[in-house]
Nanobody
Framework: QVQLVESGGGLVQAGGSLRLSCAASGSGFSINAMGWYRQAPGKQRELVARITSGGSTNYADSVKGRCTISRDNAKNTVALQMNSLKPEDTAVYYC???????????????WGQGTQVTVSS
């Protein structure tokens, strides 16, 4: 089993910065990639950034140059530093982990409960 808990969301002015954090906990799992996704009202959930255990990263075009994803493999944590925030960044941000679990015996996606990010203009 894998539990993901996000923190760091909140209200910020346009042009400001925010740092989101996510911690994976539980037992009997091994994580490959971790990432951040977001979903605005009436919109589909989309990838913001993703990072593998080896440090390879992917970013959505809309956040390139403004966001940086990082992780601590030993602690099973991932963070997203967001700068120069825009109103269109407003969404619920979800932490994701691609993990192998001993009980299930296969790879699967796990999700946190989400944290709200609101950027005012």
């Amino acid at each position: 089993q894998v539990q993901l808990v996000e923190s760091g969301g909140g209200l910020v002015q346009a042009g400001g910065s925010l740092r989101l954090s996510c911690a994976a906990s539980g037992s009997g799992f091994s994580i490959n990639a971790m990432g951040w996704y977001r979903q605005a009202p009436g919109k589909q959930r989309e990838l913001v950034a993703r990072i593998t255990s080896g440090g390879s990263t992917n970013y959505a075009d809309s956040v390139k140059g403004r966001c940086t994803i990082s992780r601590d493999n030993a602690k099973n944590t991932v963070a997203l530093q967001m700068n120069s925030l825009k109103p269109e960044d407003t969404a619920v941000y979800y932490c994701n982990a691609d993990a192998w679990t001993v009980v299930l015996g296969h790879w699967g996606d796990y999700w946190g409960q989400g944290t709200q990010v609101t950027v005012s203009s």
